[in-house]
């Protein structure tokens, strides 16, 4: 069963344009949600993470916004740049446990 | 730091052959995460520990996979015998679960080993 579900698998966006990937979990006890950005030929790397105790963090171009009621979370892509062209995958956890991954968004910028 | 290191990088061999990938973890991180990734398939959790000790396998996929973890500094997984389904980026990930608000739950994953089961 997947713990953690990510849409769309696949996104293209226009340079200058908003990048938006979602994911949803069904664990009320995870307390923590990061997002893992992966360049090919290379391991997936931590952008930016949340906590359910806030709705929104941002840092840069890259904001998560966080609905704990929906138990939605979300990646936004401000200004998308070609090198931003990457696959995304968000995760879910909770303290001492393991994390669950999202399937992953590829995201392709076009300049 | 010099971050998460696996060896070899790239493995080719042939079907019915042992294979071994190679794991350093970040000092000073107390749990480390092998996970296999397809592109069927995605990211797969395969196995984790907590301070040297196998907390949970269910993700290994059969008994011809094995991992060990020795000591706080080096960890191994094992393919025997290996099979051309077996073909991943394999990679290593490791983490300080301390407890505490901010990045101290952040994995770090390595450069991954690329496998190829002729």
């Known amino acids: 069963q997947q713990q953690v579900k990510q849409s769309p698998q696949s996104l293209i966006v226009q340079k200058g344009g908003i990048s938006i990937i979602n994911c949803a979990y069904e664990n009320t006890a995870f307390d923590y949600f990061p997002w893992y950005q992966q360049f090919p030929g290379k391991g997936p790397a931590l952008l930016i993470a949340?906590?359910?105790?806030?709705s929104e963090k941002k840092e840069g171009r890259f904001t998560i916004s966080f609905n704990k009621s929906a138990k939605q979370f979300s990646l936004h892509i401000m200004d998308s740049q070609p090198g931003d062209s990457a696959t995304y995958f968000c995760a879910a956890t909770s303290t001492g446990n393991q994390f669950y991954f999202g399937t992953g968004t590829s995201l392709t910028v076009i300049p | 730091d010099a971050g998460v290191i696996q060896s070899p990088r790239h493995e080719v061999t042939e079907m019915g052959q042992e294979v071994t990938l190679r794991c350093k973890p970040i000092?000073?991180?107390?749990?480390l995460f092998w996970y296999r990734q397809t592109m069927m398939r995605g990211l797969e959790l395969l196995i984790y520990f907590n301070n040297n000790v196998p907390i949970d396998d269910s993700g290994m996929p059969e008994d011809r996979f094995s991992a060990k973890m020795p000591n706080a500094s080096f960890s191994t997984l094992k393919i025997q015998p290996s099979e051309p389904r077996d073909s991943a980026v394999y990679f290593c990930?490791?983490?300080?679960?301390?407890?505490?608000?901010?990045?101290?739950?952040?994995?770090?994953f390595g450069p991954g080993t690329r496998l190829t089961v002729l």
């Open positions: 990930a490791s983490s300080l679960r301390g407890g505490l608000r901010g990045g101290t739950d952040t994995q770090y």
């Open positions: 000092s000073g991180h107390d749990y």
């Open positions: 949340i906590r359910p105790d806030v």
